[in-house]
């Protein structure tokens, strides 16, 4: 990387750090340390569910998705609008009644602890091994691109962000991710400008989209039917979007304390009303916009060669194993292919402008037939990779961008684009380490110690446990590569199988007053037990889990109270 890069880079991490622990200085106990003393407004509460949400790995891959696969991810998000609306309606008035820390304290005060700790230790579980997968993805790849060490860049990425966690707890994490996402978006925005720019003369944004959509890249909605049937192993389409998709919203928002901790700290319960119905407004364009971003790169990799495969690293290793001849062989073909390419995309926007169809047919049909064969290319290549370079990430959906920005974007923005990779994993990480401190201490901690801490040690111990989590994490990252190559698609498959069983005892709690204790925690198990079913025998799309393991949970709890005696059946009123 460049000495200019490199500063811009140090420079804007550092002014993160120093911003955020300058802010969050008179946090000196719980409710300071993790609810920020309830004194943040709306559109703070918004920034920071946004960027909590919103980590590297959706910066870094969101734009690889649509590159490769369309842009009918964005389908996944269609569900969480609804979800904001039935969270403001039904959930963030019983938290902000009862003055919660956590969402779990009011499981133990309309259940019993067993319940509440059941669902505090599903969350820890999930929440530090997805965090420490959050780390170590975008670690991965920034690695792969420059060569850093991958030990050394998991604590990087992890260090600096314990330290002003650490230091300033739930109002480091608000103000940070303030500034965070303004350096984002900013940085996003000008990459996309560059895009168009460096498209070929006479070739602009309308003929990029035209391009895209021709070459099926636009593909914002789909069905899931194939020959007339559902395929319920198709991961993104309007029916997994909208029904799976809200169930994986009402549980991440409703119930992940990652989330709830964000709009604990508002004001009151109109702001965080107001943050979260906001952010169902926002988070679906915003999705929509870094999608398109991606399917610009497709475009200007029409008329640009692209590499047969966007790990560097990995397609080195690759050159230097015994498919080296195979390798040139490949890389030779490809970029002829990419010339076919250039040429075909030249024709049809020159076409577009003439408005002559005909041309413009043709012109697409040598893209799509170039296009087939450079993928059979890749796929070879990429086949190559598994069997010669044992340790390589074999999927490159997640280098896409970054290799574009490292290899066309100037000299001062590549290190802005890398700083804004650290950023967006500090946002979501930062507030998942303030939620598993408050959720330790709070759900167990305090709970289960007999002698009464004074405000003075429970701040101490808050900050031990931010510290410890972080530890955590980061030593999950270091091991991550044991988890398999897939890591991307590890957090989002790690938290849908808990969240459907999480988010079933909620409803239950809610709206099934008659059904005690007993019946809803072993419902509960039953849950888990079923999710872990479906994902170790069945190929369903791991959106499904949400729904089946919050279906079975709260069916189940309402059959097991069925059975249960009339005294192990106390209403509580909460």
């Known amino acids: 990387m460049n000495t200019i890069d490199l500063i811009v880079l140090c420079v804007t991490l550092l002014l993160i750090v120093t911003y955020g622990v300058y802010k969050s200085r008179s946090s000196r106990d719980l409710d300071g340390y993790f609810r ?31 590159y490769t696969d369309g842009m009918r991810f964005v389908q996944y998000y269609f569900g969480l609008p609804l979800a904001m609306i ?27 602890l067993r319940t509440r700790t059941f669902t505090a230790v599903l969350f820890l579980l999930s929440r530090g091994l997805s965090t420490g997968v959050s780390i170590y993805a975008p670690a991965l790849i920034l690695s792969s691109i420059f060569g850093w060490n991958i030990y050394l860049t998991n604590l990087l990425m992890g260090g600096l962000l314990i330290i002003y966690t650490v230091s300033g707890g739930a109002k ?24 168009v720019e460096m498209l070929p003369d006479g070739v602009g944004f309308t003929d990029a989209l035209h391009l895209s959509g021709s070459m099926g890249k636009l593909n914002v909605i789909t069905t899931g039917f194939e020959n007339g049937s559902f395929n319920w192993s198709d991961k993104y389409n309007i029916f997994s979007g909208l029904i799976g998709g809200f169930f994986l919203s009402l549980s991440y928002f409703g119930t992940d304390q990652s989330q709830v901790g964000r709009y604990l700290t508002a004001k009151n319960l109109n702001e965080s009303r107001i943050g979260l119905l906001m952010n169902g407004f926002v988070k ?26 966007f790990n560097e690293s990995g397609l080195d290793r690759l050159r230097q194993s015994s498919k080296k001849d195979s390798v040139f062989w490949a890389e030779q073909n490809f970029a002829a292919l990419s010339v076919e390419k250039s040429n075909a995309a ?31 290319i890749r796929k070879q290549v990429i086949s190559w990779m598994k069997s010669s370079a044992p340790g390589v990430d074999a999927n490159d959906t997640n280098y896409i961008f970054l290799r574009f920005v490292v290899d066309f974007l100037p000299v001062g923005l590549v290190g802005l684009l890398v700083a804004i990779i650290f950023l967006a994993a500090w946002g979501s990480i930062a507030a998942a380490l303030n939620s598993l401190a408050s959720s330790t201490i709070i759900d167990l901690h305090r709970r289960f110690k007999t002698k009464e801490m004074t405000v003075e040690e429970e701040f101490s111990w ?33 938290g849908s199988l808990f969240y459907g069983t999480i988010l079933g005892i ?25 999710v872990f079913a479906a994902f170790q025998f069945t190929s369903i799309s791991f959106l499904w889990y949400n729904v089946l393991g919050c279906l079975v949970a709260f069916i189940g709890a309402w059959v097991f109270q069925l059975f249960a005696r009339e005294n192990e059946n106390p209403e509580r009123a909460v």
């Open 86 to 112: 039935v969270i403001c309606i039904a959930f963030v008035p019983v938290f902000s009644r009862l003055n919660v820390y956590t969402a779990y304290e009011y499981l133990e005060k309309r259940f019993d």
């Open 346 to 376: 030249i024709l049809y926007s020159a076409a577009r402008k003439e408005g002559n169809s005909e041309k413009m047919a043709a012109s697409i049909e040598t893209l799509r037939e170039t296009e087939k064969e450079s993928g059979k």
């Open 172 to 195: 480091a994490v608000a103000y940070t991710q303030q500034l965070q996402l303004f350096i984002i978006f900013g940085g996003l925005f000008l990459a996309g400008y560059m895009v």
């Open 506 to 530: 909620f409803l239950v709690a809610f709206w099934l007053k008659r059904v005690g204790a007993h019946a809803v925690f072993f419902a509960a198990i039953l849950s888990q037990l079923t």
């Open 36 to 66: 920020g003393n309830q004194s943040m407004p709306w559109f703070l509460v918004l920034l920071s569910i946004m960027g909590t949400q919103a980590s590297a790995i959706t910066f870094i891959s969101g734009p690889g998705q649509a």
């Open 462 to 494: 808050s900050r031990r446990y931010t510290f410890i989590w972080g530890v955590f994490c980061v030593l999950i990252a270091c091991f991550a590569s044991e988890l398999g190559n897939s890591l991307i698609e590890a957090v989002n498959i790690l």
């Open 284 to 309: 679906v364009p915003m999705q929509f916009l870094i999608l398109l971003l991606g399917a610009l790169v497709f475009s200007f990799y029409l008329f640009t060669s692209a590499p047969v495969f």
